[in-house]
């Protein structure tokens, strides 16, 4: 049984041989590095998507953020 997916993109000459030489240049084969590029920009989409959740729920006041050494103080009670 397989365990990946093929896929088949078309990207422009001039990417394809950028993404050859760093992945050359990384000891990568260019799946490697295909792959790697890719989970990189899906951990990049969650991150930032968390950011805009935890900025609307501040400005919302679901929380609040602390001053400097005010979790301490929260700890010391």
Not at 9 to 30: C, D, G, N, Q
Not at 34 to 48: G, K, N, P
Not at 54 to 65: C, N, P, W
């Amino acid at each position: 049984m397989r365990t990946s997916s093929l896929v088949s993109i078309s990207l422009p000459p001039s990417m394809v041989k950028e993404a050859e030489k760093v992945a050359k240049k990384k000891h990568m084969t260019r799946s490697e590095f295909m792959r790697a590029a890719l989970r990189h920009f899906i951990e990049e989409m969650q991150f930032d998507e968390a950011v805009r959740i935890a900025d609307e729920e501040l400005k919302t006041g679901k929380y609040k953020v602390l001053p400097p050494g005010g979790l301490a103080a929260l700890i010391q009670r």
